[in-house]
């Protein structure tokens, strides 16, 4: 940007967004993942993009679709309150090792949670005193974003946990918990060290950008053999992947450098900018193939492996969010999983209470 426009200072402020706008001095630009810009909003912060995109010719269809969906989706088509620039993926990474040791065929591209599942059965064994774990599967909050099934109701200012979308899931990821060997001492939160640094677990589904970072930190790129294929799907959503997941720009309507913000937006999504992001590990919202080639090519992690099969699917659309929604997830994945898979609480017993206790002391009216 410097290069381009000598006239522009692009500073990152030190402080968080509250305790700049309190100053008085709030940022002429925010960067946000789509799930924080309903904090952005509350705020009253986001400029609508639509004249700006107009003025300037960006080309939104040459973006990821599902992410250009899910921006509108977030102002109820009324506007564009964010430029994406980068975007995540869903991926899953198989240690091919294990699979070679237990002769069992590596997952197909195009994988549903049902075949998931029964890969998980037929690698979690123990063998020559090794515990082996066959799968990871998602938690329960991201396989309801990935099904679309929203945990708080907007018409009745709610939360709802008791449809039957909401136990069929569950359901599901049960079964996982429920495979001989899964739960190890009553443990039901699995650590990625079993996949990246014990070479224990085969499979593991999660974000590229993820999996990127494990390899980089871990070291273990080269440990063992591994590769990539497409996020599990369910089976009665054909060719959607993990929910969509991606980063924008916010323009803040006050800022007295508008124009100049405009400048780096339009530099943001340029085939350079976007391609130098993509080398960087930054998956580009560009749907262009030449540049998803050099993802993650700064470090070589993906060398030799079919990353190019992960984009096989698309992401999924997101369900309807909310602010409550952190605190019930959490509600979810921590208290009332645990009590399903380790307890044995009925699944319908366990959402009905956790219902109850969301609407009593997490959504106050």
Request: glycine share 6%; aromatic share 10%; charged share 20%.
């Amino acid at each position: 940007m410097k290069a381009k426009y000598p006239q522009i200072n692009l500073v990152k402020a030190v402080d968080g967004l509250d305790k700049l706008l309190a100053a008085g001095t709030p940022p002429d630009l925010v960067l946000v993942s789509n799930p924080g810009l309903a904090t952005i909003l509350e705020a009253n912060i986001p400029e609508d993009l639509n004249p700006m995109i107009k003025t300037y010719g960006i080309n939104i269809g040459q973006m990821e679709q599902s992410v250009v969906q899910q921006v509108q989706k977030l102002s109820d088509q009324k506007a564009f309150y964010g430029m994406p620039f980068a975007m995540n993926y869903g991926a899953m990474v198989y240690n091919q090792d294990i699979f070679d040791k237990f002769g069992v065929a590596y997952p197909k591209e195009g994988i549903t949670y049902d075949e998931l599942l029964e890969l998980g059965k037929k690698l979690t064994r123990t063998d020559a005193g090794t515990n082996y774990i066959g799968v990871m599967p998602p938690d329960l909050r991201q396989m309801y974003w990935q099904y679309g099934v929203p945990v708080f109701d907007k018409a009745s200012g709610k939360s709802k946990l008791t449809t039957d979308q909401h136990a069929q899931v569950f359901a599901l990821l049960k079964q996982f918990y429920a495979i001989p060997g899964y739960l190890q001492n009553g443990n039901h939160s699995l650590s990625t060290d079993l996949f990246f640094k014990e070479q224990r677990m085969a499979i593991y589904p999660n974000w590229i950008a993820a999996i990127n970072t494990y390899f980089t930190k871990a070291g273990t790129k080269d440990a063992f053999k591994w590769d990539l294929t497409t996020h599990p799907r369910y089976s009665d959503k054909p060719g959607l992947g993990k929910e969509v997941d991606f980063h924008m720009v916010v323009v803040n309507k006050s800022s007295k450098y508008r124009e100049a913000a405009y400048q780096v937006l339009v530099s943001l999504l340029s085939v350079d900018m976007q391609t130098k992001l993509s080398k960087a590990g930054r998956l580009s919202v560009l749907k262009n193939d030449e540049i998803r080639k050099v993802y993650g090519s700064d470090n070589d992690v993906y060398k030799g492996k079919n990353l190019q099969s992960i984009f096989k699917v698309t992401p999924s659309p997101l369900p309807e969010a909310s602010k409550y929604d952190p605190k019930i997830n959490a509600l979810l994945t921590g208290e009332v999983v645990k009590n399903v898979m380790v307890n044995g609480t009925d699944i319908n017993t366990a959402l009905r209470n956790a219902e109850d206790k969301a609407n009593k002391e997490i959504v106050i009216p």
